[in-house]
């Protein structure tokens, strides 16, 4: 863990001075703080301090002596994490104040729990505001601040779809620190979105019918690598169409008397458990690709976020190979096979088949309304199986 402070030229200057950075390094990984501004002509580049000709001079040269001192303690340098070690220099008793602190910590969350679509989203909207606003507390976050980025947006030609998607992504990392104790909730997304009307149409959504899952199930003559993909997407099917990524981080333990309990990622805090039988072709799909050792996990591809983004990418990469050499299409117009349409193709087929709302429900895991579910009771086994199998199998 390190910390270093210096005159930071790479963004620009800003009214004609740059920023001054507190710059936390850990393990290649990297985090800047702005504690100040400075011009070139009133800055020290050898020993990265203000010069006395600076208009904040002496704050600005003892917040840095301080700084320096804090890095050199062992309490600073046992930590890990650059958000920890950023912490550590907030002085706040454990409490962030600094919005982008907490921003980075939820996306740090999220990312520990294979929801990295929403750190993704996170990271996006608050890259957004922070070069809008480089500091930002959270008793900065008023309706004037968020009206005047809005206008900015609007300003650089986004849709208002675009934007009123960042601000929801900057309110919910707000409530989430509202719900903390960590701020007042001075309610500055109240009204917001009015002037943001959006278009909203339903969603095209690319399914394979029975034909196109019958070509995948009876592939021949793939490469090793295509044949993979191909089992892959097929597993996702047997599962009643679960997400790729809890396929990916599938853990053994989760398999339990013939059954594979999920818990969908994307839904967070909103999931629920539930179970899916194994089929018999599912079974055999997982013996063939299934680590050996003694890891947790089912399958021995990397665990982490990287990890999993490359091989998405190029599991839909060999998906879209697979479609073009067996002549698949894609109803009802066309498009790319990937792994999300093998859970549309799922949702489609059952609801084809007559396969009733609420079991289909339950064999995908979809977020459930509490008003709506309160008083249903779950469907048995035996009648949740059978229609699992009369999607699978055609």
């Known amino acids: 863990m390190k910390a270093t402070v210096k005159l930071y030229k790479n963004d620009g200057k800003?009214?004609?001075?740059?920023?001054?950075?507190?710059?936390?390094?850990?393990?290649?990984?990297?985090?800047?703080?702005?504690?100040?501004?400075?011009?070139?002509?009133?800055?020290?580049?050898?020993?990265?301090?203000?010069?006395?000709?600076?208009?904040?001079?002496?704050?600005?040269?003892?917040?840095?002596?301080?700084y320096r001192k804090k890095a050199l303690?062992?309490?600073?340098?046992?930590?890990?994490?650059?958000?920890?070690?950023?912490?550590?220099f907030e002085g706040s008793?454990?409490?962030?104040?600094?919005?982008?602190?907490?921003?980075?910590?939820e996306i740090e969350r999220m990312k520990k729990l294979n929801r990295n679509g929403n750190a993704d989203a996170y990271q996006y909207a608050t890259d957004q505001l922070e070069k809008f606003a480089p500091e930002l507390s959270f008793t900065d976050i008023t309706r004037t601040l968020l009206e005047n980025f809005k206008q900015h947006k609007k300003e650089d030609g986004l849709k208002n779809t675009s934007i009123r998607t960042y601000l929801y992504e900057i309110r919910a990392i707000y409530n989430k620190a509202v719900r903390m104790g960590i701020c007042e909730d001075s309610r500055?997304?109240?009204?917001?979105?009015?002037?943001?009307?959006?278009?909203?149409?339903?969603?095209?959504?690319?399914?394979?019918?029975?034909k196109g899952i019958k070509k995948?199930?009876?592939?021949?003559?793939?490469?090793?690598?295509?044949?993979?993909?191909?089992?892959?997407?097929?597993?996702?099917?047997?599962?009643?169409?679960?997400?790729?990524?809890?396929?990916?981080?599938?853990?053994?333990?989760?398999?339990?008397?013939?059954?594979?309990?999920?818990?969908?990622?994307?839904?967070?805090?909103?999931?629920?458990?539930?179970?899916?039988?194994?089929?018999?072709?599912?079974?055999?799909?997982?013996?063939?690709?299934?680590?050996?050792?003694?890891?947790?996990?089912?399958?021995?591809?990397?665990?982490d976020e990287t990890g999993y983004k490359t091989f998405r990418s190029n599991h839909n990469r060999k998906l879209e190979r697979v479609k073009?050499?067996?002549?698949?299409?894609?109803?009802?117009?066309?498009?790319?096979?990937?792994?999300?349409?093998?859970?549309?193709?799922?949702?489609?087929?059952?609801?084809?088949?007559?396969?009733?709302?609420d079991i289909m429900r339950e064999l995908m895991g979809h977020e459930r309304n509490d008003i709506d579910t309160a008083y249903k009771d779950k469907f048995p086994e035996k009648v949740r199986d059978k229609a699992q199998i009369k999607i699978a199998r055609m």
């Open 73 to 88: 303690s062992l309490k600073f340098k046992e930590l890990e994490g650059v958000i920890s070690g950023m912490s550590f």
């Open 324 to 357: 073009k050499k067996l002549e698949i299409e894609l109803m009802p117009k066309g498009g790319k096979l990937t792994s999300k349409v093998v859970r549309h193709s799922f949702a489609t087929l059952g609801k084809f088949a007559g396969v009733d709302p």
């Open 14 to 66: 800003s009214k004609g001075q740059y920023p001054v950075k507190l710059i936390i390094t850990h393990q290649k990984k990297i985090k800047r703080k702005t504690i100040g501004y400075s011009s070139a002509e009133d800055w020290n580049t050898l020993h990265e301090l203000p010069k006395t000709s600076h208009d904040d001079y002496e704050d600005l040269y003892g917040l840095i002596m301080e």
């Open 216 to 303: 995948i199930m009876e592939a021949e003559e793939l490469s090793k690598e295509q044949q993979m993909a191909v089992d892959l997407n097929l597993l996702q099917f047997y599962f009643c169409g679960a997400d790729l990524v809890d396929v990916y981080y599938l853990k053994k333990k989760q398999i339990v008397k013939g059954r594979a309990f999920f818990k969908r990622a994307k839904l967070g805090v909103k999931g629920y458990e539930f179970d899916v039988k194994v089929l018999p072709e599912a079974e055999e799909i997982i013996n063939k690709y299934k680590t050996d050792d003694d890891s947790e996990y089912i399958f021995p591809w990397r665990k």
């Open 188 to 210: 500055p997304f109240t009204g917001l979105f009015l002037d943001l009307p959006v278009r909203i149409r339903r969603n095209k959504n690319e399914y394979l019918d029975r």
């Open 93 to 105: 008793k454990g409490k962030i104040t600094n919005f982008y602190l907490f921003a980075d910590q």
